[in-house]
């Protein structure tokens, strides 16, 4: 795909700024950021990484104008305006434009903020009572903290909910006053642009869902986006130089015609804001789903559970009604696939989030033809780590969130390293050496690369998984890899290179009981690789992913499934935007759920086992029993073996490792030869 073919390489006038490309970074919370919300290393570096990679416009999501309690990027006072500089500065040298998306949430801030510093405040005194042996007063303390901790929570879970009912004009107005502020702080700190985050509080406000005010920001159409268009107004006033977008939240319907979001706006009224938007002097207008369902799979869907590109239909109707760009994001996986956008009109800008998190080289790909790594939308290493707090991290990415330490080194020399086991984790080692200058070999007995995701790619929903595979399959030969498949590598073969990585990955475990040699008994693996079939009843034994999955993909076959777990629930590891989907098909097919039950016998009636907590004794009875209790690694014999020798993914350790894992451990052992 040449420079001159490529619309996704094309510039872009916004206001009076040119992007260099379509290719845009939307907001995304990543983490990264500092306590006090000021731009540190790790979010430095993610940001300027991007930029490296080519994008053309970078959005930082989620910029509080006020002191939150929340782990967001803050802009609310002026000591934090070097800190976004530096970074402007930094992306600026790539001809990358920065964008802070301000927002605010919708509570109280200054209310549940003052409500958390005295739970604080009251959990310090209990500690100094300690530290002076007055466990009275530290006991006092303590309770006082928590009860305030409580509070501030239940009058949070309260605002969530009521707070843009409830919150009165001066309110509204000081907020306004803050985002303004914000926004002249971002020009000083060079930024070029202002995303004005159209959901939360603002979404709120505009919705007919959660907006119930009486006065004049309630009711009407016309009273609920009125608020909205005093804060563009606002950002105008204050920032007049900098280009203005608004992320404009749509209230998509589901397949079963249930609505998905309830900030934002419904469709027909979304349109019509996109026209007053343009009239108040907004420059460029993203069209994104609408948050506030509870679930973040509903704004930030996993693999299999929503159509590509999903909101494309209603922001090319946008777009035909305005004449200022349309940023376009949601399950835009490809570069095919935006550059079919911009080819038919629907969209000037597309906004790839996972998918650069994924590889942040897509620009730079496109111009040199190079395969790009294609995000799964598995959620796991993204959208989990927001949920729980973590920093954000691509499971395919092993530089995510590193990127100032962790990078491909420059090779020394001229090597031979062999690689033993096709799976992700060999096959990322293969890469990464190979990117070092080295020559590679791949072995494998298999007759098709790809090992365990082979399996992981057959339960329903599954298969994006398979884009994993078929980038190395692009990129391994054309990085001059050797692989050898069907075939195993002799030791005299292994001592002639200069290095060996051993990625030989992991074998099902059968559950050492009574029966468990019996026909009927099958494992999980087997049945995923479509060696064994089965029909009726079936008992899974594991409740983990493995177990989970393999259940979803027996109802699909028709079975009858049981699900028999020693922890007290199934599918603990999976990620909180797909888990409610399998539950829901679970409760549909009336699958049976053994929770903090122990197996202690096969018999030809079926599975024994103790309830762990009343320790009687449970029959479930079935045709077939599956195995899907775990795996354990492939040992791999070295003796005899005189080169140096390197364990990637299952087997380089006691516990087997999950796709995150295998990719960092072979990244890590092909970087360090």
Same mark, same amino acid.
């Given at each position: ?22 290719? *845009? ?9 500092? /306590? ?12 300027? /990484? ?9 959005? &930082? ?7 939150? +309690? ?14 976004? @500089?530096?970074?402007?500065?930094? %992306?600026?040298?790539? !001809? ?24 604080? *405040? ?11 042996? #007055? ?23 309260? #605002? ?20 303004? +502020? ?22 709120? $406000? ?90 973040? =799979? ?49 969209? #000037?800008?597309?906004?790839?989030? /996972? ?36 920093? &954000?991290?691509? &499971? ?42 080295? /020559? ?38 054309? %990085? ?45 693996? !087997? ?26 993909? %027996?109802?699909? @076959? ?8 020693? %922890? #007290? ?13 399998? $539950? ?34 449970? $029959? ?6 599956? *195995? ?8 791999? !014999?070295?003796? =005899? ?33």
């Amino acid at each position: 795909m040449s420079q001159e073919k490529s619309l996704l390489l094309q510039p872009l006038k916004v206001k009076n700024q040119v992007l260099k490309n379509r290719i *845009m970074f939307p907001p995304l919370t990543t983490g990264y950021e500092e /306590r006090d919300g000021s731009i540190g290393e790790r979010s430095f570096h993610f940001y300027k /990484r991007l930029a490296k990679g080519g994008v053309s416009y970078i959005v &930082i999501g989620d910029v509080a104008p006020v002191n939150t +309690a929340s782990p967001t990027p803050k802009l609310c006072d002026d000591s934090q305006i070097p800190s976004f @500089q530096r970074l402007a500065e930094a %992306l600026h040298e790539y !001809d990358c434009k920065l964008a802070l998306q301000i927002f605010h949430p919708e509570y109280d801030v200054p209310g549940v903020g003052k409500m958390i510093v005295g739970s604080m *405040m009251a959990s310090k005194a209990a500690e100094a009572a300690k530290a002076a042996g #007055d466990m009275e007063l530290f006991q006092a303390k303590m309770a006082e903290s928590n009860q305030i901790r409580g509070e501030a929570y239940k009058k949070l879970r309260h #605002d969530m909910l009521h707070f843009v009912t409830e919150a009165t004009i001066d309110q509204l107005t000081e907020i306004k006053t803050a985002i303004a +502020a914000c926004a002249k702080r971002a020009e000083t700190a060079k930024a070029d642009a202002i995303e004005v985050h159209g959901d939360r509080l603002l979404g709120s $406000l505009c919705s007919s869902l959660l907006n119930h005010r009486e006065d004049i920001y309630g009711g009407s159409f016309e009273n609920r986006v009125r608020y909205a268009l005093e804060v563009v107004a606002a950002i105008k006033e204050a920032a007049p130089n900098l280009i203005l977008e608004y992320k404009l939240p749509v209230i998509m319907t589901n397949p079963d015609k249930t609505l998905r979001g309830k900030g934002g706006l419904l469709p027909e009224e979304a349109k019509k804001f996109a026209v007053l938007l343009e009239e108040a002097g907004v420059d460029m207008i993203q069209v994104a789903q609408a948050n506030h369902t509870g679930n973040m =799979g509903d704004t930030i869907p996993p693999m299999g559970t929503m159509p590509y590109n999903w909101t494309l239909p209603i922001a090319e109707e946008i777009k035909g009604l305005v004449s200022i760009p349309i940023a376009t994001v949601g399950r835009v996986i490809t570069v095919e696939a935006g550059e079919e956008i911009l080819k038919k009109g629907q969209a #000037d800008m597309i906004g790839y989030g /996972r998918s650069l998190l994924t590889d942040p080289d897509i620009a730079k790909k496109v111009e040199q033809r190079e395969p790009i790594r294609t995000c799964l939308n598995c959620n796991k290493g993204c959208v989990d780590a927001i949920q729980n707090r973590r920093y &954000i991290s691509c &499971i395919l990415n092993a530089e995510n969130g590193d990127e100032d330490t962790i990078y491909i080194k420059p090779g020394e020399g001229e090597k031979n390293v062999i690689v033993i086991g096709a799976g992700i984790a060999g096959l990322e080692a293969a890469r990464v050496v190979a990117k070092r200058g080295y /020559r590679v070999t791949v072995y494998d007995t298999a007759e098709k690369m790809g090992g365990q995701i082979l399996l992981a790619a057959v339960p329903p929903r599954k298969s994006e998984i398979l884009r994993a595979v078929e980038y190395y399959e692009k990129i391994l030969p054309m %990085l001059g890899v050797t692989i050898c498949l069907g075939q195993t590598c002799e030791k005299q073969t292994i001592n002639q290179a200069d290095a060996l990585i051993v990625a030989v990955g992991a074998e099902n475990v059968i559950l050492p009981v009574s029966g468990s040699d019996a026909k009927n008994v099958v494992s999980a693996w !087997d049945i995923l690789a479509k060696k064994t079939a089965v029909s009726g009843r079936c008992a899974v034994i594991g409740g983990g992913l493995v177990g989970t999955e393999t259940a979803e993909y %027996l109802l699909e @076959q028709g079975c009858q499934v049981s699900i028999i777990e020693m %922890l #007290d629930k199934i599918a603990g590891e999976e990620s909180s935007t797909i888990l409610p989907i399998i $539950l829901e098909d679970f409760k549909a097919h009336q699958v049976k759920q053994y929770v903090n039950t122990q197996v202690t016998a096969i018999t030809e009636d079926g599975v024994e086992a103790v309830d762990r907590n009343t320790k009687e004794t449970v $029959l479930i009875p079935c045709d077939y029993v599956v *195995m899907a209790v775990g795996s354990r690694k492939v040992l791999f !014999d070295t003796d =005899g073996i005189t080169i140096p020798i390197r364990f990637a993914g299952d087997c380089a350790g006691e516990k087997t490792a999950g796709i995150s894992e295998a990719i960092r451990s072979g990244y890590q052992a092909a970087n360090e030869i």
